[in-house]
């Protein structure tokens, strides 16, 4: 191999089945049922090659003329090497797959004794072989919505240069017997691919629900037992850190609850981190703002950082947008904020009868 190639070469690359060029009712549909099978025929055929995200790849082997999209690679242009880790996007689109550019902890507002917390994962995803059997390799978030905690979970995929591999846990419910704990596996065997790397389990109470909870959800109890197998490292999973995010982390069954040697609240903003907030988001805003953040910080206490942002930030732009204004304008933030205060207006109760 060339110098040049030896700068660049890809760590993992990720690719989005297409199809065919031409359609034809005798083709055969390739699906991959082993990741690691197929990155090894990937690399035969394919090492050498120069990749960037959007390129096409064209099996020249098993299924001709088949195409493949590169959808993810890091770094983001190289050559494919006999280390290089291909994968192909999963099927159901469940499980995302990225490495995290553009967050880092500072953009994380507040939060300093999770961010304080977080170093070790940090850390851990850097040096997994310093921490031997001592790794903190379960995790739990909880705190409000909003509050920042999938933001924190990938700035530390991103601090580390580790892939980032999440699932909202409702979409592991699936319609079949068997189809969620084939969907947990699925993910965790992705993992120990591209390990060391975070694995990030959204909205979490969906499926570790306390028992006296689950009848309201259906049966998860299969997904609970594939979720516990792989908590507890039946099979090998050195250099993954699971990380779970709960907003309730009170309906969290205990047994589950257990499996987490470390818990990371996280709280809504106080007045400094919510003006601190507002000015974060405000800078490159695409109208002129001449408003007194401190007034509209001041008055919303009890907001997380998703509200200042969606509901406060976002529709007092689009009104003044609207409204034909290029200014944004204290009284635009504030009329949003009482908005999102005004309670809902239920209908009389003889309405329907």
């Given at each position: ?55 096409l790849l064209f099996d020249a082997r098993m299924f001709p ?253 689009h009104k003044a947008i609207a409204e034909g204004k290029d200014l944004l304008e204290t009284e635009d933030l504030t009329s ?18």
């Amino acid at each position: 191999m060339s110098k040049s190639k030896e700068g660049n070469e890809l760590r993992y690359v990720i690719l989005r089945p297409l199809g065919y060029p031409l359609k034809a009712s005798y083709h055969e549909y390739p699906k991959v049922d082993n990741a690691k099978v197929f990155d090894v025929y990937a690399k035969e055929q394919w090492k050498g090659e120069f990749l960037k995200k959007g390129k096409l790849l064209f099996d020249a082997r098993m299924f001709p003329d088949f195409a493949f999209e590169v959808v993810e690679l890091e770094p983001s242009a190289g050559y494919v090497t006999d280390s290089t880790i291909i994968l192909v996007e999963s099927e159901s689109r469940i499980i995302d797959t990225e490495i995290v550019r553009d967050i880092k902890l500072e953009n994380v507002v507040g939060q300093e004794e999770a961010k304080k917390k977080v170093r070790v994962i940090l850390e851990f995803l850097k040096n997994p072989e310093k921490f031997g059997k001592w790794a903190p390799r379960n995790v739990l978030f909880y705190g409000p919505p909003g509050t920042g905690k999938t933001m924190m979970a990938k700035a530390l995929a991103k601090e580390a240069g580790r892939p980032f591999l999440s699932v909202k846990s409702t979409k592991l419910i699936g319609e079949y017997v068997g189809d969620g704990a084939r969907k947990i596996h699925e993910l965790y065997d992705r993992a120990r691919t591209l390990a060391p790397c975070i694995v990030f389990l959204d909205e979490f109470d969906a499926i570790a629900l306390d028992r006296s909870y689950q009848e309201l959800r259906g049966d998860v109890s299969e997904i609970v037992n594939a979720l516990l197998t792989e908590l507890d490292g039946i099979q090998s999973n050195s250099g993954i850190c699971t990380i779970a995010a709960t907003n309730r982390v009170e309906l969290i069954d205990l047994s589950i609850r257990s499996r987490f040697e470390e818990e990371i609240e996280f709280k809504l903003p106080n007045y400094e981190e919510r003006l601190e907030i507002l000015k974060r988001n405000l800078k490159d805003f695409p109208i002129k703002v001449s408003a007194k953040l401190e007034l509209v910080a001041a008055s919303t206490e009890g907001f997380s950082g998703r509200d200042l942002v969606e509901k406060v930030i976002k529709v007092a732009l689009h009104k003044a947008i609207a409204e034909g204004k290029d200014l944004l304008e204290t009284e635009d933030l504030t009329s949003a904020v009482e908005k999102v205060k005004k309670p809902l207006k239920l209908p009389p109760k003889n309405m329907f009868i």
